[in-house]
């Protein structure tokens, strides 16, 4: 039987076509010659996770990511089929994390459990979320990044302010003032001199007063010593007796006050009669006058002049003026 061309031509084609779908999976981590088991992972997010891509335990790989499909149209979840490439035992509270190097590509690690019970094809593994070394880094810098363009913004506005505030007029004020902190930072660093400073002299004062203190600590105790036997001196005189001899006195003052309140003593009588006291009163009167009387009018009284005319002039009713000097009858 003779084949002809073309179909030599079909035959040749078809050959070449299924040896390239078997190489392209083949590349892809897909095994097309045996049938491998296959388990699931569901993750939120899968970075620069791609087909064929390794998944590991402890370090060792044990098969490929065959599938990514989406569970729904909102893509709430992306599910990953792993195709195991070798019969190794995973207990099934197994949990599975995305990982990525620096320079390589990422791949999944699966952190076994301590179930007894192992996977089967077609089950689900655990998952959670794992930022990696890439991830770490980058949600370390991301807060750093942020801090350092607001720092530079508020540069920026401050180095604007600044320009705005460095006119001619206020550059000649900042330069007084920094010659102005110039002298105080001198004159500081002269408070300050360990030799010649005041403050240096100050504290050498200050521990001159102390050792001169510490020297005289035993005068010291002994003043306070002296104080002390002084108070106890005082607090122990006996200051009854004097207590009771003032209120011995104060009554002593009462009764003589009361006596001298009452109309019953002599005292009291004078002190309290009245009309005792208008007669002593007129009688001090009528004395007063008639001494006056006999100032003014000696001859009224003593008369000597043979001659002489008698006095006949009245007798004085009222006293005489003491500031006046009293003229004397002929």
Known sequence: ????????????????????????????????????????????????????????????????????QERDKD?????????????????????????SSLVGPSYIVIE???????????????????????????????????????????????????????????KGYLKQTLSNLSQASNALNGLLDNQNGALAKTLNNAQAITESLKNNNADITATIGNAKKASEKLAALELQPTIDSLNSMISTLKTTAAKLNSKDGTIGALMNDKTLYNKLND???????????????????????????????????????KDTVPAGGN
């Open 1 to 68: 039987m003779k084949i002809s061309n073309e179909t030599k031509v079909g035959i040749l084609t078809i050959v070449a076509l299924t040896i390239l779908i078997i190489g392209f999976n083949f590349l892809k981590g897909k095994d097309v010659f045996s049938r491998t088991k296959k388990i699931y992972a569901v993750f939120n997010e899968l970075g620069t996770l791609e087909k064929s891509n390794e998944v590991k335990i402890n370090g060792l790989p044990i098969g490929t990511v065959y599938d990514k």
């Open 112 to 170: 076994r459990g301590n179930s007894p019970e192992m996977m089967r094809s077609g089950d689900t593994l655990q998952t959670r979320t794992e930022t990696g070394i890439l991830g770490d880094v980058k949600a370390q810098m991301n807060p750093t990044m942020a801090k350092i363009r607001d720092v530079l913004d508020s540069l920026q506005k401050t180095l604007s302010g600044l320009n705005g505030i460095l006119s001619v007029e206020n």
């Open 283 to 321: 009688a001090i009167l009528s004395a007063e006058i008639l001494i006056d009387d006999l100032r003014t009018h000696p001859k009224r009284y003593v008369n000597l002049s043979v001659f002489g005319k008698k006095d006949k002039t009245g007798p004085l009713t009222s006293p005489a003026k």
């Open 75 to 99: 893509v709430s979840a992306i599910v990953v089929t792993i195709s195991l490439t070798r019969d190794i035992n995973i207990p099934k509270n197994s949990v599975a994390y995305i990982s």
